[in-house]
Protein backbone atom coordinates (compact mmCIF):
# COMPACT_ATOMS: atom_id res chain seq x y z
CA UNK A 1 0.00 0.00 0.00
CA UNK A 2 2.71 2.63 0.70
CA UNK A 3 4.71 1.75 -2.07
CA UNK A 4 1.34 2.54 -4.37
CA UNK A 5 1.20 5.94 -2.76
CA UNK A 6 4.73 7.00 -3.52
CA UNK A 7 4.27 5.59 -6.87
CA UNK A 8 1.19 8.14 -6.76
CA UNK A 9 3.52 11.02 -5.80
CA UNK A 10 4.07 10.53 -2.14
CA UNK A 11 7.16 10.88 -0.53
CA UNK A 12 9.69 8.22 0.15
CA UNK A 13 10.18 8.81 3.49
CA UNK A 14 7.06 7.10 4.34
CA UNK A 15 8.25 3.42 3.36
CA UNK A 16 10.66 3.40 6.22
CA UNK A 17 9.21 6.40 9.04
CA UNK A 18 7.43 4.86 12.24
CA UNK A 19 4.63 6.81 11.74
CA UNK A 20 3.97 7.67 7.92
CA UNK A 21 2.06 10.67 7.25
CA UNK A 22 1.30 12.19 3.80
CA UNK A 23 -0.80 15.47 4.68
CA UNK A 24 -3.92 16.95 3.18
CA UNK A 25 -2.00 19.66 0.52
CA UNK A 26 -0.18 16.22 -0.81
CA UNK A 27 -2.90 13.84 -0.36
CA UNK A 28 -4.77 16.39 -3.17
CA UNK A 29 -2.42 15.31 -5.97
CA UNK A 30 -1.99 11.66 -4.78
CA UNK A 31 -5.52 11.08 -4.92
CA UNK A 32 -5.75 12.68 -8.25
CA UNK A 33 -2.57 10.39 -9.65
CA UNK A 34 -4.75 7.31 -8.27
CA UNK A 35 -7.68 8.08 -10.19
CA UNK A 36 -5.79 8.30 -13.64
CA UNK A 37 -4.33 5.53 -13.33
CA UNK A 38 -7.34 3.38 -12.31
CA UNK A 39 -9.43 4.77 -16.03
CA UNK A 40 -5.42 4.06 -17.76
CA UNK A 41 -6.10 0.53 -16.47
CA UNK A 42 -9.94 0.72 -18.07
CA UNK A 43 -11.99 1.75 -15.16
CA UNK A 44 -14.52 4.47 -15.11
CA UNK A 45 -15.20 7.63 -12.26
CA UNK A 46 -18.65 9.24 -12.35
CA UNK A 47 -19.00 12.38 -10.06
CA UNK A 48 -22.07 13.82 -9.09
CA UNK A 49 -23.97 10.56 -9.44
CA UNK A 50 -25.32 8.49 -6.31
CA UNK A 51 -26.38 5.25 -5.51
CA UNK A 52 -30.03 5.29 -5.70
CA UNK A 53 -30.67 1.98 -5.07
CA UNK A 54 -29.58 -2.06 -5.48
CA UNK A 55 -31.09 -4.41 -8.22
CA UNK A 56 -31.25 -7.65 -6.59
CA UNK A 57 -32.99 -10.94 -8.31
CA UNK A 58 -33.10 -14.75 -6.59
CA UNK A 59 -30.87 -12.83 -3.71
CA UNK A 60 -27.99 -11.63 -6.08
CA UNK A 61 -27.09 -8.62 -6.98
CA UNK A 62 -27.62 -7.42 -10.74
CA UNK A 63 -26.05 -4.14 -10.73
CA UNK A 64 -26.44 -0.18 -8.76
CA UNK A 65 -29.70 2.29 -10.17
CA UNK A 66 -27.44 5.77 -10.00
CA UNK A 67 -28.62 9.05 -10.23
CA UNK A 68 -26.63 12.20 -11.37
CA UNK A 69 -26.96 15.56 -10.26
CA UNK A 70 -29.43 18.08 -11.64
CA UNK A 71 -31.57 14.81 -13.57
CA UNK A 72 -34.57 12.93 -12.64
CA UNK A 73 -34.34 9.85 -14.45
CA UNK A 74 -32.30 6.96 -13.14
CA UNK A 75 -29.73 4.94 -14.85
CA UNK A 76 -28.61 1.28 -14.22
CA UNK A 77 -24.82 -0.05 -14.13
CA UNK A 78 -25.24 -3.97 -14.51
CA UNK A 79 -22.44 -5.44 -12.07
CA UNK A 80 -22.52 -9.12 -10.34
CA UNK A 81 -20.29 -7.67 -7.45
CA UNK A 82 -20.56 -4.46 -5.50
CA UNK A 83 -18.11 -3.01 -2.89
CA UNK A 84 -19.80 -0.51 -0.99
CA UNK A 85 -16.63 1.75 0.95
CA UNK A 86 -19.01 4.56 1.78
CA UNK A 87 -17.16 5.18 5.49
CA UNK A 88 -19.52 5.83 8.67
CA UNK A 89 -22.13 8.57 8.10
CA UNK A 90 -23.57 7.76 4.99
CA UNK A 91 -26.58 6.88 6.94
CA UNK A 92 -28.94 7.41 3.62
CA UNK A 93 -26.87 4.26 1.96
CA UNK A 94 -27.41 2.34 5.15
CA UNK A 95 -31.18 3.09 5.34
CA UNK A 96 -31.16 2.16 1.37
CA UNK A 97 -29.74 -1.22 2.63
CA UNK A 98 -32.03 -1.92 5.19
CA UNK A 99 -34.98 -1.01 2.92
CA UNK A 100 -33.70 -3.96 0.03
CA UNK A 101 -33.32 -6.65 2.49
CA UNK A 102 -30.04 -6.65 2.88
CA UNK A 103 -28.74 -8.47 6.08
CA UNK A 104 -27.22 -5.62 8.47
CA UNK A 105 -26.22 -5.48 12.32
CA UNK A 106 -25.29 -2.85 14.43
CA UNK A 107 -21.19 -2.57 15.33
CA UNK A 108 -19.38 -0.88 18.15
CA UNK A 109 -17.57 1.99 17.01
CA UNK A 110 -16.43 5.33 19.15
CA UNK A 111 -17.42 8.76 20.01
CA UNK A 112 -15.93 11.74 21.78
CA UNK A 113 -14.29 15.03 21.05
CA UNK A 114 -11.00 16.66 19.35
CA UNK A 115 -8.68 17.87 22.29
CA UNK A 116 -6.04 20.82 21.49
CA UNK A 117 -2.90 21.11 22.55
CA UNK A 118 0.18 23.96 22.15
CA UNK A 119 2.17 21.82 19.96
CA UNK A 120 5.18 23.46 21.82
CA UNK A 121 3.66 21.60 24.84
CA UNK A 122 3.22 18.20 23.38
CA UNK A 123 7.33 18.82 22.14
CA UNK A 124 8.50 19.34 25.93
CA UNK A 125 7.24 16.74 27.05
CA UNK A 126 8.43 14.11 24.50
CA UNK A 127 11.42 15.53 23.84
CA UNK A 128 12.02 17.44 27.27
CA UNK A 129 13.57 20.21 25.16
CA UNK A 130 12.32 22.45 22.61
CA UNK A 131 12.51 20.54 19.33
CA UNK A 132 14.39 22.95 17.31
CA UNK A 133 14.43 22.86 13.32
CA UNK A 134 16.10 18.96 13.56
CA UNK A 135 13.42 17.25 15.20
CA UNK A 136 9.99 16.24 13.79
CA UNK A 137 6.64 17.78 15.66
CA UNK A 138 6.14 15.04 18.35
CA UNK A 139 2.86 13.01 19.21
CA UNK A 140 1.46 11.11 21.85
CA UNK A 141 -1.12 8.54 22.31
CA UNK A 142 -3.21 7.34 25.19
CA UNK A 143 -4.80 3.90 25.60
CA UNK A 144 -6.74 3.44 29.23
CA UNK A 145 -9.13 0.50 29.88
CA UNK A 146 -11.47 2.08 33.11
CA UNK A 147 -12.56 -1.01 35.78
CA UNK A 148 -15.73 -0.32 34.59
CA UNK A 149 -14.83 -2.49 31.26
CA UNK A 150 -14.82 0.90 28.98
CA UNK A 151 -12.08 1.65 26.76
CA UNK A 152 -10.63 5.33 26.24
CA UNK A 153 -7.85 6.28 23.59
CA UNK A 154 -6.87 9.11 21.17
CA UNK A 155 -6.55 8.42 17.42
CA UNK A 156 -5.49 10.21 14.59
CA UNK A 157 -3.54 13.03 16.81
CA UNK A 158 -2.55 15.71 14.65
CA UNK A 159 1.13 17.11 15.07
CA UNK A 160 0.68 20.87 14.02
CA UNK A 161 -2.43 20.31 13.08
CA UNK A 162 -6.48 22.27 13.10
CA UNK A 163 -9.10 20.79 13.94
CA UNK A 164 -12.17 21.00 10.86
CA UNK A 165 -15.86 20.81 10.96
CA UNK A 166 -16.68 17.56 9.18
CA UNK A 167 -20.28 17.63 9.27
CA UNK A 168 -21.82 15.21 6.68
CA UNK A 169 -25.26 15.92 6.65
CA UNK A 170 -26.80 19.59 7.22
CA UNK A 171 -28.19 20.56 10.35
CA UNK A 172 -25.16 18.33 12.20
CA UNK A 173 -22.05 19.39 13.62
CA UNK A 174 -18.95 16.92 13.82
CA UNK A 175 -15.64 17.53 14.16
CA UNK A 176 -11.90 16.07 12.85
CA UNK A 177 -8.43 17.08 12.43
CA UNK A 178 -5.67 17.21 10.14
CA UNK A 179 -2.30 18.26 9.56
CA UNK A 180 -0.76 19.81 6.02
CA UNK A 181 2.76 17.80 5.29
CA UNK A 182 5.20 20.16 7.14
CA UNK A 183 2.72 19.77 10.52
CA UNK A 184 3.94 23.37 11.32
CA UNK A 185 1.19 24.63 12.85
CA UNK A 186 1.58 26.19 16.77
CA UNK A 187 -1.67 23.74 18.01
CA UNK A 188 -1.65 19.91 18.00
CA UNK A 189 -5.28 17.89 18.74
CA UNK A 190 -6.30 14.25 18.75
CA UNK A 191 -9.40 12.51 19.09
CA UNK A 192 -10.15 11.63 22.30
CA UNK A 193 -12.62 8.23 22.31
CA UNK A 194 -15.04 6.22 23.97
CA UNK A 195 -15.91 2.75 22.98
CA UNK A 196 -19.63 2.59 22.80
CA UNK A 197 -21.18 -0.90 21.51
CA UNK A 198 -25.15 -2.06 20.93
CA UNK A 199 -25.95 -2.30 24.37
CA UNK A 200 -25.48 1.94 24.75
CA UNK A 201 -27.48 2.80 21.76
CA UNK A 202 -31.01 4.32 23.31
CA UNK A 203 -32.94 3.11 19.63
CA UNK A 204 -33.21 -0.48 18.53
CA UNK A 205 -32.13 -2.04 15.28
CA UNK A 206 -29.01 -2.19 13.42
CA UNK A 207 -29.49 1.48 12.73
CA UNK A 208 -29.80 2.28 16.20
CA UNK A 209 -25.87 3.24 16.43
CA UNK A 210 -26.31 5.62 12.89
CA UNK A 211 -29.64 7.41 14.75
CA UNK A 212 -27.96 8.05 17.91
CA UNK A 213 -25.10 9.59 15.87
CA UNK A 214 -27.56 11.93 14.35
CA UNK A 215 -29.19 13.14 17.26
CA UNK A 216 -25.94 14.12 19.05
CA UNK A 217 -24.53 16.08 15.72
CA UNK A 218 -27.95 17.44 15.51
CA UNK A 219 -27.96 17.90 19.34
CA UNK A 220 -24.18 20.05 18.99
CA UNK A 221 -25.41 22.43 15.73
CA UNK A 222 -28.52 23.79 17.80
CA UNK A 223 -26.31 24.11 21.33
CA UNK A 224 -23.90 25.84 19.29
CA UNK A 225 -26.15 27.87 17.28
CA UNK A 226 -24.81 26.76 14.08
CA UNK A 227 -21.53 25.38 12.60
CA UNK A 228 -19.23 26.49 15.25
CA UNK A 229 -18.15 23.67 17.40
CA UNK A 230 -18.63 23.08 20.93
CA UNK A 231 -15.70 23.98 23.09
CA UNK A 232 -14.23 23.79 26.76
CA UNK A 233 -11.25 23.99 28.46
CA UNK A 234 -10.04 20.71 30.09
CA UNK A 235 -10.16 21.93 33.49
CA UNK A 236 -13.28 23.38 33.02
CA UNK A 237 -14.69 19.66 31.54
CA UNK A 238 -13.03 18.21 34.59
CA UNK A 239 -15.10 20.40 36.97
CA UNK A 240 -18.24 19.97 35.30
CA UNK A 241 -18.35 23.72 34.93
CA UNK A 242 -19.11 26.09 31.09
CA UNK A 243 -16.28 27.54 29.89
CA UNK A 244 -16.26 31.22 28.70
CA UNK A 245 -13.42 31.78 26.82
CA UNK A 246 -9.81 29.94 26.00
CA UNK A 247 -7.06 29.62 27.82
CA UNK A 248 -2.98 28.90 26.68
CA UNK A 249 -4.57 27.49 23.76
CA UNK A 250 -6.59 29.29 20.76
CA UNK A 251 -9.14 26.83 19.09
CA UNK A 252 -8.03 26.37 15.73
CA UNK A 253 -11.60 25.21 14.11
CA UNK A 254 -13.11 26.98 11.64
CA UNK A 255 -15.16 29.03 11.81
CA UNK A 256 -14.92 29.21 15.35
CA UNK A 257 -15.96 27.66 18.71
CA UNK A 258 -18.92 28.19 20.98
CA UNK A 259 -18.23 28.18 24.70
CA UNK A 260 -19.31 25.98 26.73
CA UNK A 261 -20.40 22.15 28.04
CA UNK A 262 -19.85 19.33 25.99
CA UNK A 263 -22.13 17.74 28.75
CA UNK A 264 -24.81 19.50 26.80
CA UNK A 265 -24.02 17.62 23.64
CA UNK A 266 -22.47 14.10 24.71
CA UNK A 267 -24.24 11.44 26.68
CA UNK A 268 -22.94 11.10 29.78
CA UNK A 269 -21.38 7.61 29.44
CA UNK A 270 -18.93 9.16 27.23
CA UNK A 271 -18.19 12.25 28.92
CA UNK A 272 -18.08 10.66 32.55
CA UNK A 273 -15.38 7.62 30.90
CA UNK A 274 -13.39 10.72 28.81
CA UNK A 275 -13.22 12.27 32.83
CA UNK A 276 -11.71 9.47 34.04
CA UNK A 277 -9.16 8.83 31.24
Known amino acids: VLELFVEA ?7 YVHKPHLGTDLLIDIVSHMREEIIRLGGDVHFDTQVSGLELEEGRVRGVRIR ?5 EEDFLE ?11 ARDTFQ ?6 LP ?7 MGARIEHLQADIDLAQYGRARGKLLPAADYGLNVHLPGGRGVYTFCMCPGGEVINAASEPGGLVTNGMSWSGRAGKNANAALLVSVSPGDFPYPGPLGGALWQREIERRAFEYAGGYLAPAQLVADFLASRPSSGPGRVLPSAKPGVFWGDLRRVLPAPVTDAMAEA
Open 68 to 72: RRGET
Open 96 to 101: MLLDAG
Open 79 to 89: ADQVVLAVGHS
Open 104 to 110: LEPKPFS
Open 9 to 15: GAPEEIL
